[in-house]
Structure formats: structure tokens, C-alpha cells
């Protein structure tokens, strides 16, 4: 008879496996095992399998130490039955019994996301785009810091950053153990790098944008954009986490993106007042190279004010004067009353 045994991990994925061709097939840490195990939980001898007279494999226990339990956790007690695709714990070890038969699962073609997969998980990428993004990052403290300023300043921001960073991977990583899938830490955590690298890129292009038109066309294009850099960033994400692509994955990008933009906009109307007895304006401020198109002379800035304010004193007096003829006409009203 001839079998192939799997040894698996805890989260289902074959470690180690090895072919027998035997009447019997003894497994254990002892050297003349057909299946040699090397784990110290497991006997000398721990179990066989041979093939019963019906031409039926059977396994059995070997007067173990740690004893053979099935898949259920239940001690072997005697024979037992074997079918292609069963599992059983020696010990602690988890092993799976297969026929040279047993169907394997369906192929899947390389994609090129499967190459930008690689790619993204290459030590050198990683290093690039984390040390890109922590400079950036540095540089915007720096910016942004009045007062003295001093490198240990950045110590704790850049540790909690760290730890804000690796939630992402850990959380794709810890689905993927989960359902049995290759964990892939490291492609997880490039693309949530590349992807705050694309979003601070977004709003540095919108600036330039609020800064030459204004602040509507800005915001429009940022979130569109910024729409679509998320999704892109899900729907990789879910590609990492079961290497496969189809509708269901898009469908389901799609709609958390839907969600998340939601969960934003929702948070920033209910901080949004209904009124606001002050003028919006935008206090964006740039050095003149970033204009990109000409600016108006001082001098056309106070003629168009100066026309400004001489319409709006030419509305309150019109206005007063209406609401002076109103009054007039209510009074003289009281008069015929009374008279």
C-alpha cells in the first residue's frame, strides 16, 4: 500500500509530508519508522496502519505514551478505520492520512497582482516605503512644531505611529491564520504604507488646487480621488487575504469604502453649523511660486472692493428707505382706524 502523511500545523497548513510504500506503515521518532516525526511528545513506535482483509487501512496506537486521538479528540482505543483525508492527533501533533488519489485543490493562475503581491513583500520595498513615509512624517512635525524644536521631540509620535501601523497587518494576518490562508504581514503593511503615502500626496495636490481656484473644486477632487485610493487599498487587501479575485471581493471593497467615506461624512456634518455669523474663507497660505495663474494688481483688488462696498451702501439705503415708507404706511393706516 502506498500513503502520503501531512503533518499540519494549528492553523491547518501542511508543514511537512511524506510518501510510504509498505504493508505496514509505522509511525514514530524511532529511525526505522516508515514516517519518521520529530517531535518529542511523540514514542519511539507511537502507531501503524496496515490494510485489513477486506483491503480496508486501519490505523491503530502502539501502546503510546500520548496515545492517537481522532480528529474530534477522542482516544483510540482499538482499530480504526481509515478514509483518505482523515486526521488524527499522536500526542499533540496533528497529522493528515491521504491516498495518492485524494483530489488536490484547483489550481490558481498568476495574476499580476500576484507579481505586485511579491513585490510589495520584498524587504526592500518595505524599507523604502517605511522610511519614506516616517520622513515625510518627521518633516510635517517639524513644520507644523512652534517653538524650539529638538529630534527626541519625535520619539513618542513615531513609536505610537509604529504601533497604529502594524494594527492593519496584524488584523489581515490574524483573519488570514483564521480561515488558513497565507498570513503575508509584510505585503499588508507596504500596502497601508503606499497607501497614507497616495492620500498625502492627494492633499498636497488639492492645496495646490484650493490655492489656484477654489476650496469646492478642491474638496470634490479629494474626495473622489481619495475614494478611489481606498478602495484600491481594500480590494488588494482582500487579494492578499485568499489570493483569489472575483466579483465578491470587488462588491465587497466597494461597499466597506461606501462605509468608511459614510462614517467621515457623518462626522464631519454633525460637526458642521447650520449658520455661521462669520464669512468661510480659506486660510490656506503658499509661497507665490505654487500660483499658477496670474494674480490681480493691488490697485484692481481696491477698485473691485471699493464697487463693493459703495453696492452694498446703495442696498442698506434702499433698504432703510423701504423700511421708512413701511412705517409711514402703518401709521397713517392707525389714523383712518381711529378716525
Not at 40 to 50: G, L, P, R, T
Not at 70 to 79: A, E, G, P, S, T
Not at 103 to 129: D, H, M, Y
Request: charged letters at 20%; aromatic letters at 12%; a negative charge.
Amino acid at each position: 500500500m502506498e500513503l502520503i502523511i501531512q503533518t499540519l500545523s494549528r492553523s491547518g497548513k501542511v508543514s511537512q509530508q511524506q510518501k510510504a510504500s509498505s504493508n505496514v506503515i509505522r509511525i514514530g521518532r524511532a529511525y526505522d519508522n516508515d514516517i519518521i516525526l520529530e517531535d518529542i511528545h511523540i514514542s519511539e513506535h507511537h502507531a501503524q496502519i496496515s490494510q485489513n482483509e477486506l483491503g480496508e487501512f486501519e490505523i491503530e496506537d502502539l501502546n503510546s505514551l500520548n496515545h492517537v486521538f481522532d480528529k474530534d479528540k477522542n482516544q483510540l482505543l482499538n482499530k480504526k478505520t481509515l478514509k483518505s483525508g482523515d486526521e488524527f492527533y499522536l500526542g499533540k501533533l496533528r497529522i493528515k492520512i491521504l491516498s495518492p488519489h485524494h483530489p488536490v485543490a484547483e489550481t490558481i493562475a498568476l495574476t499580476k497582482s500576484e507579481e505586485t503581491a511579491e513585490f510589495f513583500s520584498s524587504k526592500l520595498f518595505f524599507i523604502t516605503s517605511f522610511s519614506l513615509f516616517i520622513s515625510l512624517f518627521a518633516l510635517t512635525e517639524y513644520l507644523t512644531f512652534f517653538g524650539e524644536f529638538k529630534i527626541k521631540q519625535l520619539f513618542n509620535p513615531v513609536l505610537s505611529l509604529i504601533f497604529a501601523l502594524t494594527l492593519w497587518p496584524i488584523f489581515w494576518s490574524l483573519l488570514s491564520r483564521f480561515f488558513k490562508h497565507e498570513a503575508r504581514f509584510w505585503a499588508h503593511l507596504s500596502t497601508l504604507l503606499i497607501t497614507l503615502l497616495s492620500l498625502k500626496a492627494l492633499t498636497s495636490v488639492s492645496s495646490l488646487v484650493a490655492y489656484n481656484t477654489n476650496g469646492t473644486i478642491a474638496n470634490v477632487m479629494n474626495a473622489m480621488v481619495g475614494f478611489v485610493i481606498v478602495f484600491a487599498c481594500l480590494r488588494f487587501s482582500l487579494y492578499l487575504f485568499n489570493q483569489k479575485r472575483d466579483r465578491r471581493q470587488l462588491w465587497l471593497s466597494f461597499s466597506l469604502s461606501c462605509f468608511l467615506f459614510g462614517l467621515a461624512s457623518l462626522g464631519y456634518y454633525a460637526k458642521h453649523k447650520d449658520f455661521s455669523a462669520r464669512p468661510s474663507y480659506s486660510g490656506l497660505i503658499l509661497p507665490s511660486q505654487f500660483l499658477l495663474k496670474d494674480s490681480i494688481s493691488i490697485g484692481d483688488f481696491v477698485d473691485n472692493n471699493s464697487e463693493l462696498y459703495s453696492s452694498a451702501q446703495q442696498e442698506a439705503r434702499e433698504k432703510k428707505q423701504d423700511e421708512h415708507s413701511t412705517d409711514q404706511n402703518e401709521t397713517e393706516n392707525e389714523n383712518l382706524i381711529e378716525m
